[in-house]
């Protein structure tokens, strides 16, 4: 079965500072992975994927992640952070390749601070 | 353009009722989910519609939990005898077409907060 970790609950960064959200993954097959932010009581949104090719994305807001298939990681990174950057970030992979379905990490918060 | 849109934005309701929660995808996208989002978890599949194909109900947690999708369009999910660990929100999202390799990312809706006394 397909699953994504996302091993730290809070991450702390000061303004202006790179920041990076970990997750790992495991799937059996091709990965298709996913990154969502939710802000304070909005819905998710979609920030970026990597399907196949480069294994660095760029997505919205500034973000990008990098895949690396040699350690099973899809890290979320930004190069300075912002304190409108604070939210919760979830990192998510295709069940299948013939599904919609997402599965979801539990989550990262984000608490960037000026 | 018009988002997903999900109603009531709040519900309150008493343990052993019934509830049902709507979603109305983005016009033309033919993939629906639900997700159900508890506080301190993550986000928690429920089910997914494609097109006229037979929904994958795989997340349901219990057979007190049905969804339905009328004319490929707005869908309902109705929980019977509602328990206290039906709390979360309720989290809709549509899509294009999902399968194969071009895969079309979801755009979810604002959400319905369940609250079960």
């Known amino acids: 079965a397909q699953s994504v970790a996302q091993p730290e609950d809070q991450v702390n960064v000061a303004e202006g500072n790179p920041l990076t959200v970990k997750c790992t993954y495991s799937v059996s097959g091709n990965p298709y992975l996913f990154w969502y932010v939710q802000y304070p009581n909005r819905g998710l949104q979609f920030l970026l994927k990597y399907i196949t090719g480069d294994n660095l994305v760029k997505g919205s807001y500034g973000f990008e992640a990098e895949f690396n298939k040699s350690q099973t990681s899809f890290h979320l990174k930004k190069p300075s952070a912002l304190v409108s950057d604070s939210a919760l970030y979830f990192c998510a992979v295709r069940d299948g390749d013939n599904t919609g379905k997402l599965i979801f990490g539990q989550g990262t918060t984000l608490q960037v601070k000026p | 353009g018009a988002g997903v849109s999900q109603s009531p934005s709040n519900k309150v309701t008493e343990k052993g009722k019934d509830v049902e929660l709507r979603c109305d995808p983005i016009?033309?996208?033919?993939?629906l989910y639900w997700y159900r989002q508890s506080l301190g978890q993550g986000l928690e599949f429920l089910i997914y519609?494609?097109?006229?194909?037979?929904?994958?109900k795989s997340g349901l947690p219990s057979d007190r939990f049905s969804a339905e999708r009328t004319g490929g369009s707005v869908s309902t999910l109705t929980i019977q005898r509602t328990q206290q660990e039906d709390s979360a929100v309720y989290l809709c999202a549509s899509s294009l077409p999902a399968s194969g390799p071009s895969y079309n990312e979801q755009f979810f809706g604002p959400g319905t907060r369940l609250t079960v006394l």
């Open positions: 016009s033309g996208h033919t993939a």
């Open positions: 519609f494609q097109g006229n194909s037979a929904p994958d």
